[in-house]
């Protein structure tokens, strides 16, 4: 089992920053690889980024690319998302989740995940 507490949202105006943060404890969760999925009201949870267990391979939604950035530091067991450029289309519940094996983007692929963190983005 893995647990996994998000933290680091809030309300940001157009064009800010927040950075995410996904604390990770139980069963070695720097085996791992980890992924940010988001979700806003009345749509579907959707792949936002992810991290291969070693850090070094990531994958972004196309329409992230250039202004998120995962990261991830095994020695405190933590995974980041650095969000630049906000957009109130980013608004939404970012997850922290994680699953055993390659890069995944669908959230079926993942077996663990947080509660998740509101990130508001204002116009």
């Known amino acids: 089992q893995v647990q996994l507490v998000e933290s680091g949202g809030g309300l940001v105006q157009a064009g800010g920053s927040l950075r995410l943060s996904c604390a990770a404890s139980g069963r070695t969760p720097s085996s791992y690889a980890m992924g940010w999925f988001r979700q806003a009201p009345g749509k579907e949870r959707e792949f936002v980024a992810a991290?291969?267990?070693?850090?070094?391979?990531?994958r972004y939604q196309d329409s992230v690319a250039g202004r998120f950035t995962i990261s991830r530091d095994n020695a405190k067991n933590t995974v980041y998302l650095q969000m630049n450029s906000l957009k109130p289309g980013d608004t939404a519940v970012y997850y922290c989740a994680a699953k055993n094996g390659v890069l995944g983007n669908g959230p079926y692929e993942y077996a663990y995940w947080g509660q998740g963190t509101q990130v508001t983005v204002s116009s």
């Open positions: 991290i291969t267990w070693s850090g070094l391979g990531t």
